[in-house]
Every structure is written in C-alpha cells, then in structure tokens.
C-alpha cells in the first residue's frame, strides 16, 4: 500500500494568493482528517470527513479555510488568501472510522509544509 | 468531552536504560487510546493503541504500553532504549462515542549513546 499521499511536500507563496494541498486516502479507509502542526500551537485537527461528508469543522481557523471531499479518494484543503500566519505542516490522515473493521487509528501523509511571505 | 495530557515537554534517558514517556487522559465515556510516533520532517505514524481487552499492549519497535483505569493513564515503555528512539512522541485518546481524537502536546525522547 503507497499510504496516505501528499501533494505538494513543499509550497512557498506569497501573501494574498490562493493555496491548495491535496491528499489521497489509502484506498478503503472511509475517514479522512485535515490536520495543521506548528510549535507554538501544536498539532491541531481542522476538519474530518465520514465517507466523504464533512463532520466536524470546528477546528476550521476562519472562512479563508476551506476543504472538500468529492469523492472517496481525494480531498482539497484551500486557503484563500493566505497568510503569514497560516505557515505551517499540513497532515492529512485516514482511516476505517466505521463499520466492522474499523480501525480506530489513523495513518497519517508526510505532511505539506507551507510557507506564505 | 475528551482531553488528554503529557506532563513531561521532555524525556532524557541513556541508551539500553528503560524508558517511560507519560500520558494521562479524561473521557466521559469509555476510552480508545493511542500513542503515535514523529520523526523529523515526517508524519505521524501509529504505535499502538488500547482498545479493550488486556491492560497491557504491545506495539512497534519494542513498546508497550499500560492501560489503568483507575489512574486514567496510558504510559508509553520500553525495557531497553535505542538512540534511534529518539523522536516525539504523541498521545492521542477517542470516546468510544466521538468520530475524532484528541492528540497530547507531544513528548520529546531524546535517548543518549
């Protein structure tokens, strides 16, 4: 199994523009979480899906902050525009989160870490 | 509600000492809990988890760890510590009724040849 995938690994952008980071689940887990990892606020969990619905987006920082999942293999977090402060190790991370052989942990991407100026 | 907490920002031990790296929890329910593993410019990556069953799990790499109910505690060991065990180490814990856990602030082992 190629695992969760990341993409890009790096973005570098300047302040205002849009930015998208991409992930790809590992085939048949149906649970998928956008997580942001920096030092001073830790690792913080934005959003998560159930089979592509979003659940809980309370972690979501503000409307710049946006993610989709349209179909069991792909989802997009956008920010839009970015800020300095928005700097930081993106995680996504999936998981079996229902059903009889749910796994209960989650397997998580090599992260994109992004950096607005 | 769910929380989770490691006390210790860092944990330094000598190689081949034993090691514990602490994880104390809060769960109005019945807990899942989960240690994770991070090495430099990685993700995170799954240890081992406390679901039910014996108190005592056993993971990756030579880890244990000790659910106790009474102490809503979860601490992370190993008999024998390597260099190349030297990372951070999270704690994460899930109400058996909740669709998401909730990650500690992160232990870092720093293991001494």
């Known amino acids: 199994d190629a695992g969760v995938i990341q993409s890009p690994r790096h973005e570098v952008t300047e302040m205002g523009q849009e930015v998208t980071l991409r992930c790809k689940p590992i085939s048949g887990h149906n649970s998928l979480f956008w997580y942001r990892q920096t030092m001073m606020r830790g690792l913080e969990l934005l959003i998560y899906f159930n089979n592509n619905v979003p659940i809980d987006d309370s972690g979501m920082p503000e409307d710049r902050f946006s993610a989709k999942m349209p179909n069991a293999s792909f989802s997009t977090l956008k920010i839009q525009p970015s800020e300095p402060r928005d700097s930081a190790v993106y995680f996504c991370?999936?998981?079996?989160?229902?059903?009889?052989?749910?796994?209960?942990?989650?397997?998580f991407g090599p992260g994109t870490r992004l950096t607005v100026t | 509600a769910q929380s989770v907490a490691q006390p210790e920002d860092q944990v330094n031990v000598a190689e081949g000492n034993p090691l514990t790296v602490k994880c104390t929890y809060s769960?109005?329910?019945?807990?899942?809990l989960f240690w994770y593993v991070q090495y430099p410019n990685r993700g995170l990556q799954f240890l081992l988890k406390y679901i039910t069953g014996d108190n005592l799990v056993k993971g990756s790499y030579g880890f244990e760890a000790e659910f106790n109910k009474s102490q809503t505690s979860f601490h992370l060991k190993k008999p024998s510590a390597l260099v190349s065990d030297s990372a951070l180490y999270f704690c994460a814990v899930r109400d058996t009724n909740a669709g998401k856990s909730t990650f500690g602030d992160g232990t870092t082992l720093t293991v001494k040849p």
């Open positions: 769960v109005s329910g019945n807990p899942y």
């Open positions: 991370a999936s998981s079996i989160g229902t059903g009889n052989t749910r796994t209960h942990e989650q397997y």
